[in-house]
């Protein structure tokens, strides 16, 4: 049975036992455990006082940062955190005659805050916990290599707010910083849940993030996997992937010299070679109006050569301005001569058959624009066989 004392009665166990102590200088083992039953003790940051120390339990104090920090001790049950500052004078006898360890800060957070933030510790604290490890980033975070290492395999980074850890925490190598540009977030799903809960309590949140392993740009390895997932979408049909495939084009297309350096490089532009992913408009066989599609690069072009071609071979509302992206599409060379003269007897036809002025003159300077681009072939290879085939195909269409 153990006995309940007062304050009183408390500080004059403890002052007896200090008193004792330093006239002997040594206690036994079983001294320690009769002391260990007087219920004299504080579990910090917690609701038992005036309670004993059990056998049966691991028995630390907390490091000295984080004895006077409010946020709440979430190491499992059979772990207990003693309070030195109640009663007076409990420190000495903790310490000094019950050999009780203090942990230093390192150890505290990677064996006894870091992994247990998870689903089994009650979600209220864990948000305290990881507020905290933000707002103290400074002092607790850049000053130990090992704790910020750690850190990057911890899910700390909010990203939705159920209530439930696992779907409301990612880790930050898991989720993307969306820097404010549509035309990244664009490239993603409305399930896809990556992207970070703004917190404006936190100072400097995305760039705390980003050295934890957070990304504000897709590499290699995420671009093979969101192209693979578009592939996906095409074959359930799924219309939530509309323009996607073009944004991802653009975006590639603008951050090509960064994604060129990432490893797995080759990997990512066999795939957007040889995968039919490119959203393209193109003619619609015996219909006069365009249909869409996902084309190969090698099945359809660009922007660039759309008054060349774009009766004949589907057309990518964008244009490819990074030379590099160019030649892996094989866009780097102009449209074959025959899809060229292709597209001009089908644009010459259809001049013959409109009466809409306006409509008229737009067909003229696709033709003229043509015709350009014959004279431009023919300063540049006068004696080439495209001549050769130009010649042959015009005398025997027109």
Known sequence: MQIKFNSSQIDVIVDYIIDGYKREKNVSEDLKRIIKN?????????????????????????PDEEENNSIPIITRSNVKFWDTKHPKNIQFILEDILGITKLNQKMYWL???????????????????????????????????????????VKIIKVNNTGHFENDYRKACEIYTKCGQQNFTNLFFKDE????????SIQNYHGKMELLGAKNILTANDLIDRIQLYLEKMDQ????LNKKPLFLLKFIDEHFTNINNCDNGNQL??????????LASGPEKNVSSTTTSYQRPSECYDKKYEQLVSHVIPIVDHEVKNQDLRMILG?????????????LLIIIEEYQCNSEFYKKRQIEKNINDIYGHFNNIIKASPEGCEIETLKEKLNDEI
């Open 331 to 343: 866009w780097d060379k102009p449209p074959s001569i025959d899809l060229v003269i292709d597209e």
């Open 111 to 153: 064996e006894h805050v870091f992994p247990y933030l998870d689903g089994i510790t009650p979600i209220d604290k864990v948000n305290q916990v990881i507020l905290s490890i933000f707002n103290r980033w400074e002092s607790l975070i850049c000053s130990n290599v090992e704790i910020m290492n750690q850190l990057k395999n």
């Open 269 to 278: 532009f066999d795939l957007i070679r040889n995968e039919k992913w490119m």
């Open 237 to 240: 049909h799924d219309k939530q």
């Open 193 to 200: 849940i990556i992207f970070p809960i703004d917190n404006p």
């Open 38 to 62: 007087f219920c004299i003790f504080n579990e910090s940051k917690d609701n038992s006082s005036n309670t004993s120390l059990s056998n049966a339990t691991h028995d630390y104090l907390l």
